[in-house]
């Protein structure tokens, strides 16, 4: 049972939306086994369903916002090219860890196009939503496709890991882009990131912790007390590195400081203000300065999967 080509219904129809640039998302749950034994209507659409709620709880994480949601797909916007990127690499890497039931195969296909920037359309064929809803079907597995315009808009670092692909039919050029192998870091809520950039307080601008990974920061403050790093996506920071485990390590706050306690079965290489890399394995460490943490090897064997940290605390 695969799920027909159809980007909205007539009937339904969202109220206007006034924003200024729109990266749509539109995901879409298929039965993509030919040989599976054929299932009853309840029991795909409840397969269904459960890959939509991660979908949306993907969403709320990831400052995405729900258009419309329908039997087998929704829509979503973003505010930017490298958010509706990463929401929709999150999106399959929850959808990628349920397990599948006996033959039958269930992938998740995204297309990422930019709406007409003024807001999303009402009319009954949008074309910005009919492009995104055309490039989630154009390849046969759990895929991530978007358009030239968003790829324009992404950093140069990600648009180099991009790969055309045939888009027949159509005048806008489409491409590929391998979301298992992107290094990613989950979304963390608003509400938690109470270090921030814009006027703020001498305590708050001062205790945290900073992790960044290429082009992506996230900062902690001391109100989270405990960080999970590891291959599950449920992770507050999940991680695509090969030799990681799946609960790799856990970043602790305690009486005044920051704790690395490694869970892996690898171990964790940890480089703090310019001294030796040091590799942790079931122990724990204290994280002070700066420097640098990788999973399962060492920072110059997989750079990519790495990060730097910061830490900055207030004197008791």
Known sequence: MQEKTTCRSPQDKPAPQAINHAYLVHGAVHEISGQSATLDDALLGKLFRRRLKRLERVLAAHGGSIIRQMPQSLLASFETAEAALFGSCEMQRRCAVIPQIADTQIALKIGIHLATPGRVSTSPV?????????L????????????????QALPASLRDKTVAVANEGSEIAAY????????MLRA???????????????????AGIIIRQGERTLRFSTDHPMLTIGRDPASDIAINCPKASRQHCRIIYRQGNYVLVDLSTNGTYVTANNAPETLIRKEMVTLNGNGRISFGQSWQQGSDHAFEFEVSLIEP
Request: charged share 25%; proline share 10%.
């Open 176 to 183: 590929s882009i391998d979301w298992n192998a992107l290094p």
């Open 136 to 151: 989630s079907s154009l390849l046969d597995e759990a895929s991530i496709v978007i358009s030239e315009s968003v790829v």
């Open 188 to 206: 963390t809520p608003q509400k938690k990131e109470t270090i921030r950039e814009s006027s703020p307080t001498p305590d708050t601008q001062r």
């Open 126 to 134: 949008d074309p910005a939503e009919a492009t995104a809803c055309k």
